[in-house]
């Protein structure tokens, strides 16, 4: 695939370098400083554009890969509350886009077994829930996507909660979540890649479901999957539809 990559941080150019090993080609890197200059013209020759920027920038690259025709995937997150806006201009002008808070495996099947974990939990209301998630100081929204997508699968399984809350640890003062509110704490602490962690808590006992992040490697193969997997379909898709998890476990989510 002839790549351009949306975005040149920490996940951009991790990305060049899984898709490279991968035997694709990038042949435009744009960010903050080129994008003023790029035209529809620049993305005419690329397969798919792959975007990890900033909240702001990724409506604006969604928005120019739609008029060039370019097939897009956007792994950043923070702009969710545009999500049902671009999903109607993505079907309407036919285009290709497939988003997701998180890439890797791991979260994947975390996710799914969240579902399952929420469900089976629900009848027992001894136990109130929470999710926490812990990022480096240097990003820019909270609560994470993934975490946003981890109380969504929740909030889809409980019969008890019916929105979520977010406190952000350390600004203002700590927030008390109503019964019916699933709160996000959300931590930022030095260099850590993304720590999610969902907790059921009773009198008596809790439990404890965990991903931990190593490093950034899992979140940007899995977004080269993704560009992968985009190529030659046409519609707006999210990243969970890459994967089967139902086959393995029965479809009970
Ligand atoms: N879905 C997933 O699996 C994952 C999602 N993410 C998300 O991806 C996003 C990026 O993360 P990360 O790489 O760590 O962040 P970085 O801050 O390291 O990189 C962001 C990059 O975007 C560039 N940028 C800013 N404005 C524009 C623009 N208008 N057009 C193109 N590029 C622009 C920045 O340029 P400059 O440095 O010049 O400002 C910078 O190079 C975040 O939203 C994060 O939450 C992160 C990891 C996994
Ligand atoms: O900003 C990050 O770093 C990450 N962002 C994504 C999110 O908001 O969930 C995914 C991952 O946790 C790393």
């Known amino acids: ?131 926490e998630e812990i990022h480096h100081i240097h990003k820019l929204d909270a609560p994470s996507g993934t975490a946003i997508t981890i109380a969504e699968g929740i909030l889809e399984n409980s019969s008890t909660k019916n929105t979520w809350v977010n406190d952000v640890v350390g600004e203002g003062e700590e927030m008390i979540a109503k019964a019916d509110e699933l709160l996000i704490e959300s931590l930022r602490i030095e260099e850590v890649p993304g720590t999610h962690t969902v907790l059921y808590s009773s009198e008596v006992d809790q439990i404890e479901f965990k991903h931990t992040a190593h490093n950034r490697d899992g979140f940007a193969l899995g977004a080269v999957i993704a560009a992968e997997w985009l190529q030659g379909k046409k519609g707006f898709f999210q990243v969970t539809e890459i994967f089967d998890f139902n086959q393995v476990l029965g479809d009970r989510s």
């Open 1 to 131: 695939m002839k790549i351009v990559l949306l975005g040149y941080g920490k996940m951009g150019q991790l990305i060049e370098k899984f898709a490279m090993k991968r035997g694709h080609e990038v042949v435009l890197i744009v960010d903050e400083n080129n994008r003023p200059s790029i035209g529809m013209e620049d993305l005419e020759e690329a397969d798919v554009a792959i975007d990890f920027s900033t909240p702001h920038a990724a409506l604006e690259n969604i928005s120019l890969c739609f008029e060039a025709n370019l097939p897009l995937v956007v792994g950043t997150t923070g702009w969710y509350e545009h999500l049902q806006e671009v999903k109607e201009t993505c079907l309407e002008s036919n285009q290709s886009l497939l988003y997701g808070s998180n890439f890797s495996i791991g979260v994947n099947i975390f996710f799914h077994i969240n579902k399952l974990l929420a469900k089976a939990v629900d009848p027992y209301k001894q136990y109130d829930v929470q999710v």
